[in-house]
């Protein structure tokens, strides 16, 4: 607590233009619309004041919190006093590179990119139009829809790596992308800063047609209209998550006003003022049903930041695994 104090401080002191953003309230900042006070948020506005703000962090042992669009993770409802949230918000560049690949800066969203892409012939990124992440999340998650993942398209990602104060460029095949992981989720203190996507060259209308379909597909199956996260459980191999917890009878199943969705039984959605407990406890009571029922046992997607998390520079104080896993069983 105290160390964040300090950086809070000195950033205001070194950074006077810096946007701080102090007791805000994470569910402004989260698709779930669920979550507690968070301490503070800065908002850099540009590549360079990024990597001072991380420099000053590291200076006080503290290391930053990188914030996207907020679509994959649960905040807790007691608030995050001991984190320093950093937002992508303001990282926007997106243009052509004169070999015709695309640089996106790691705040843009996935669907601008997608259409940016649709507007220069570029063909590659359709599946990603209606992932409401961002460029930074969603090269941290591998994001990924209808047989499309970033890691298709990605040619390279730059990253600061916090520990060492260094910036990095990654080729593709040095990204650890798989399924809904890659290197940087892995590696604490990775702060991505930007990604090339090299695409290839199509008809805007035929790649258009195609963003259409997909994204009436995705209106038809998924429960848009209510706050998630997504899909609330990992595929496990060789199944669906969402059948797994159909044929367990829980489609719709309700802990207060967390609820599997009656539309898709891969999303937990909020369907009024659901708490982190409530989703939590719904959670859990889907993964030990399905386990008992199929011997499957699901492993959440979404990232579920406990009450007691807190990271300093040599990364999270608490065991790695209960901000990606649950905590116990
Ligand atoms: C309705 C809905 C539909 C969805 N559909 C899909 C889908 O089809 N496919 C899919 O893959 N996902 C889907 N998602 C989940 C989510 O959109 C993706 O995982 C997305 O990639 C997360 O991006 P974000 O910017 O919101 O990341 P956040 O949720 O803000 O962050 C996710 C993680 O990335 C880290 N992070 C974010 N930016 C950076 C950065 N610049 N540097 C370092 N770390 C960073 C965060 O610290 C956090 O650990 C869906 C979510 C919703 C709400």
Do not use: W
């Not at 941290?140 to 260094?166: F, R």
């Amino acid at each position: 607590m105290e160390t964040v104090e300090n950086a809070v401080r000195a950033v205001k002191e070194q950074l006077p233009g810096m946007k701080l953003l102090e007791n805000e309230p994470m569910s402004l900042h989260s698709s779930f619309r669920i979550g507690g006070p968070a301490r503070v948020i800065a908002f850099p506005s540009d590549v360079t004041g990024l990597t001072r703000l991380c420099d000053i962090l590291k200076e006080h042992h503290v290391a930053p919190f990188l914030l996207g669009n907020g679509t994959n993770i649960l905040f807790p409802d007691e608030g995050l006093q001991d984190l320093f949230l950093v937002s992508t918000e303001r990282l926007q560049k997106l243009f052509l590179l004169p070999d015709g690949a695309v640089y996106a800066e790691s705040g843009v969203s996935l669907a601008r990119l997608a259409a940016f892409a649709q507007e220069n012939g570029l063909s590659g990124l359709e599946f990603a139009g209606g992932i409401p992440g961002t460029v930074g999340g969603g090269c941290i998650m591998n994001a990924g829809a209808y047989g499309g993942e970033l890691k298709d398209v990605v040619e390279s990602v730059v990253y600061l790596y916090v520990p060492d104060q260094t910036l990095y460029e990654l080729p593709n095949a040095d990204c650890g992308f798989s399924y809904r992981t890659s290197f940087f989720q892995k590696t604490p203190g990775c702060v991505l800063l930007s990604a090339v996507f090299r695409l290839k060259p199509d008809d805007r209308l035929a790649i258009s047609e195609r963003m259409q379909e997909l994204s009436e597909k995705r209106r038809s199956k998924q429960p848009l209209d209510l706050p998630s996260a997504g899909s609330a459980f990992r595929r496990p191999e060789g199944h669906f998550a969402a059948r797994l917890i159909e044929d367990a009878g829980l489609k719709g199943y309700a802990v207060g006003d967390a609820q599997v969705s009656e539309k898709h039984a891969g999303f937990v959605v909020n369907r009024g003022h659901a708490s982190s407990h409530e989703v939590y406890d719904l959670m859990m009571h889907v993964r030990s049903e399905v386990y008992r029922r199929s011997g499957v046992f699901l492993e959440p997607e979404i990232i579920i930041l406990p009450p007691d998390y807190h990271l300093d520079d040599n990364g999270p104080k608490i065991p790695r695994n209960r901000v990606v896993e649950f905590g116990g069983n």
